[in-house]
């Protein structure tokens, strides 16, 4: 009886055996397969199998592939291993693995997982073409082995659970991969939004308060500064948090920094007490056409954590949004300002020119031609033929030091100071005197100008000059070659105080004899050699051209001058060319 009952009894049990495994598997494959839970699914994975196989110790070990080892994410026994622990195993994976390692089988050492028995079986959790980890398994309470149809559903259960748990890693980064898309979509609109404020603004103010807000708002940062190069000097265009504002040698510092991103180092922050006491950890670096232009230095976030690079990434974004604007708004504001100088150029070129003659008066005895051509829209050279009040004739010219506004307002003061004394009945030199005094105690000292002025008494057909440090005038007499210069007189004006009176010289204008007062932009000419124009050639043009009016005369040396030089006019040039006639 017992011979035939036995083996239908256990083939009985063998079956409900299975079938209750099968069911297991099913439910759990549904269980694992629903689940996008690693954790669930290791906690399933672990407590079916260790409480099916009434195992006390078991395991489940994850593969990281950047470091190459395994992280013990479940354990359960007595362990002398914690979660989060890590450990290398004496054997390596591979695509080709057996699903079941059994290490004494291999001669290899057991891993330290547990205090005492380490003896047990590493099932294999893997898909297809990828190795997940491993879970570990003890032996049984009463130190038995795992029979060869428990194997067999253990190894199930883990392809199982290997599915799973890729399925659920995958779905992690999906979810991770969406977060970062969604964030990154709401960065753009916001990059786009801002994109659309700055454009609109001109004002560096606005602009650095809606760059402040932005950043503040979306980073989280405590602190933060941008420092802007404005006519080469680092400045400080917008800033939040600070404990004090950066000086010029720091500003300097933090822009001369290499990286075009830059973690802020300790031998850093020793270095700088600015960026030491405000814990700026970032510097990012701002380019516009190579050029740096910008550096922005930002602490961590609120929560103490380092910015992220997607977050460095819109932090460098909106930092471009920013520069382009501010320099956008520098270069109208640099416009607007070009503009109103020209403008004002312009006005000041119309008042210059309303200081020299319209129209020179006719002179008995004497033809005169003068031409001013200064260099900039304004320049320091005067000339001046006015009728003096016994009728006779004054003409003036004179060489302001520089150029520019400086020299053409101290032009003005000397054509005034000229004016007034006119009608004083002084002689040249206590008039020359008085303009010299005037001009000492009233301009800088590096403020000077060379002067010649005469007066031509037509009736003896005489000119009485003063010579104050000018280029001397060059006078060539009628139907000879030889050429004299008008040289007597004293100091440039403007340098001492008047002394010595300067004194007066006449000479005689005859029919045909020629005069010329220069200013030194036409005989300091430059060729592309460097050479200058000089006093001879000038006397060999007046040779030349002596026949001719004064106006001929005056165009013909002009023209010379430019066709030496190329046109290149590197200072104001001024000529009074005064013939004698019948």
Not at 32 to 56: G, H, Q
Not at 71 to 92: C, Y
Not at 547 to 563: G, K, L, T, W, Y
């Amino acid at each position: 009886m017992e011979e035939t009952i036995m083996p239908e009894r256990l083939d009985s049990t063998g079956k409900e055996e299975t079938r209750f495994q099968l069911r297991t598997l099913l439910e759990t494959s549904r269980l694992l397969i629903e689940s996008r839970d690693i954790p669930v699914i290791l906690d399933n994975l672990l407590y079916i199998t260790m409480d099916k196989m009434m195992v006390p110790r078991g395991a489940v070990l994850l593969y990281d592939e950047k470091r190459r080892d395994y992280r013990v994410t479940r354990i359960k026994g007595h362990a002398s291993m914690q979660e989060e622990d890590r450990l290398t195993l004496p054997w390596k994976h591979s695509d080709h693995e057996p699903i079941v390692v059994d290490p004494m089988a291999l001669d290899l050492p057991y891993p330290e997982l547990f205090i005492g028995k380490n003896r047990g079986l590493y099932f294999n959790l893997r898909t297809s073409d990828h190795h997940l980890g491993y879970l570990y398994l003890g032996r049984k309470g009463n130190d038995g082995i795992l029979n060869e149809q428990e194997i067999d559903f253990v190894e199930s259960l883990s392809i199982i659970s290997a599915v799973g748990i890729s399925n659920s890693q995958l779905f992690g980064e999906m979810h991770k991969m969406n977060r970062k898309l969604d964030r990154r979509v709401f960065e753009l609109n916001t990059l786009f939004e801002l994109s659309k404020d700055f454009s609109f603004s001109t004002s560096r103010k606005v602009i650095a308060g809606t760059f402040k807000f932005a950043l503040l708002g979306h980073l989280m940062v405590r602190k933060f500064v941008l420092l802007f190069l404005i006519d080469e000097e680092p400045t400080v265009m917008s800033s939040s948090g600070l404990t004090r504002m950066p000086n010029r040698q720091e500003r300097e510092e933090i822009f001369d920094l290499p990286q075009e991103l830059l973690r802020v180092q300790p031998h850093q922050h020793e270095a700088s007490e600015f960026l030491y006491e405000n814990k700026i950890s970032t510097l990012v670096a701002l380019r516009l056409q190579g050029e740096k232009v910008a550096v922005i230095g930002v602490s961590d976030k609120a929560t103490g954590q380092p910015l992220s690079r997607t977050s460095l990434h819109f932090l460098q974004s909106l930092g471009n949004l920013a520069v382009l604007s501010i320099q956008k708004s520098v270069f109208l504001e640099e416009r607007i300002e070009t503009e109103r100088l020209e403008k004002e150029l312009l006005i000041a070129k119309e008042v210059q020119n309303g200081l020299f003659p319209s129209q020179l008066p006719e002179i008995p005895g004497i033809h005169v031609a003068a031409r001013n051509v200064p260099s900039q829209h304004v320049g320091g050279d005067y000339f001046d033929v006015v009728p003096s009040p016994d009728g006779n004739h004054i003409l003036a010219i004179a060489d302001v030091s520089g150029k520019g506004f400086p020299a053409a307002l101290l032009m003005a003061n000397l054509q005034s100071m000229l004016h007034v004394l006119l009608p004083v009945p002084i002689s040249l030199s206590e008039a020359t005197g008085r303009i010299n005094n005037l001009i000492f105690h009233n301009t800088p000292s590096d403020r000077f100008v060379t002067f010649f002025w005469a007066k031509y008494f037509y009736k003896e057909r005489r000119l009485r000059y003063i010579n104050a440090g000018h280029n001397p005038p060059l006078l060539l007499k009628n139907k000879a070659n030889e050429v004299s210069e008008l040289r007597e007189g004293g100091m440039i004006l403007g340098v001492v105080p008047t002394v010595t009176p300067y004194a007066e010289t006449d000479v005689q204008l005859d029919d045909g004899d020629l005069l010329v007062c220069f200013t030194d932009g036409i005989t300091e000419a430059f060729d592309e050699n460097g050479e200058e124009y000089g006093k001879h050639r000038l006397i060999d043009m007046l040779i030349q051209v002596r026949e001719r009016s004064p106006h001929d005369i005056m165009n013909a040396i002009i023209q010379d001058v430019n066709r030496f030089s190329n046109h290149v006019q590197a200072d104001d040039f001024t000529l009074i060319v005064v013939k004698g006639t019948p």
